[in-house]
T-cell receptor, first 115, second 114 residues
Framework: DAGVTQSPTHLIKTRGQQVTLRCSPKSGHDTVSWYQQALGQGPQFIFQYYEEEERQRGNFPDRFSGHQFPNYSSELNVNALLLGDSALYLC??????????????FGPGTRLTVT | AQSVTQLDSQVPVFEEAPVELRCNYSSSVSVYLFWYVQYPNQGLQLLLK??????LVKGINGFEAEFNKSQTSFHLRKPSVHISDTAEYFC????????????FGTGTSLTVIP
């Protein structure tokens, strides 16, 4: 049973460019959340997708957008990259319960470096 | 919004000694609580979780945590650490009513000294 997978592993972009990160959830999971983890910090919630809709969003600008596909996989898009967007981007999958998600399983992350 | 405080940024401990990593959260309303471990250049692995029921929760690798509602704490403990426990540990909380957004602390770096 494959866990959460993310691609690419590493990425280097230039300021102003756009980037797309991808995530495949754990088998049987229907909810995908994205987090940004800056160096030396805990993960910060970006947004969560369920049934192809953004269900909840953290305190991130509109430059951060996402999508969920019918097979539950997801993409995170970041436009107009800034140096401060350099971070490890984590995808977490879960199974939606009656009161939201009860636990999340994380992928290995995508390390984004903006120069 | 919730906030999570991990009181110790770095904890050095000798091998086979006990350890406690402290975590406090801000809200006293219904919450779900989690501890995750992160090894270098890897994602987060779930150690244990508290959803409801017994306040003492046992997880993987010999770790356990105790939920204390009155003190809004969820401290992680292990009676005897191993070299392989050296890693970054994150406490996380989600709102038990909505359950969707996880709030993480800034992490505690545990270093086990031989």
């Amino acid at each position: 049973d494959a866990g959460v997978t993310q691609s690419p592993t590493h990425l280097i972009k230039t300021r102003g460019q756009q980037v797309t990160l991808r995530c495949s959830p754990k088998s049987g999971h229907d909810t995908v959340s994205w987090y940004q983890q800056a160096l030396g910090q805990g993960p910060q919630f970006i947004f969560q997708y369920y049934e192809e809709e953004e269900r909840q969003r953290g305190n991130f600008p509109d430059r951060f957008s996402g999508h969920q596909f019918p097979n539950y996989s997801s993409e995170l898009n970041v436009n107009a990259l800034l140096l401060g967007d350099s971070a490890l981007y984590l995808c977490a999958s879960s199974l939606a319960g009656v009161q939201g998600v009860y636990e999340q399983y994380f992928g290995p992350g995508t390390r984004l470096t903006v120069t | 919004a919730q906030s999570v405080t991990q009181l110790d940024s770095q904890v050095p401990v000798f091998e086979e000694a006990p350890v406690e990593l402290r975590c406090n959260y801000s809200s006293s309303v219904s919450v779900y609580l989690f501890w995750y471990v992160q090894y270098p250049n890897q994602g987060l692995q779930l150690l244990l979780k508290y959803l409801s029921g017994s306040t003492l929760v046992k997880g993987i690798n010999g770790f356990e945590a105790e939920f204390n509602k009155s003190q809004t704490s969820f401290h992680l403990r292990k009676p005897s650490v191993h070299i392989s426990d050296t890693a970054e540990y994150f406490c996380a909380v989600s709102d038990g009513n909505t359950g969707n957004q996880f709030y993480f602390g800034t992490g505690t770096s545990l270093t086990v000294i031989p």
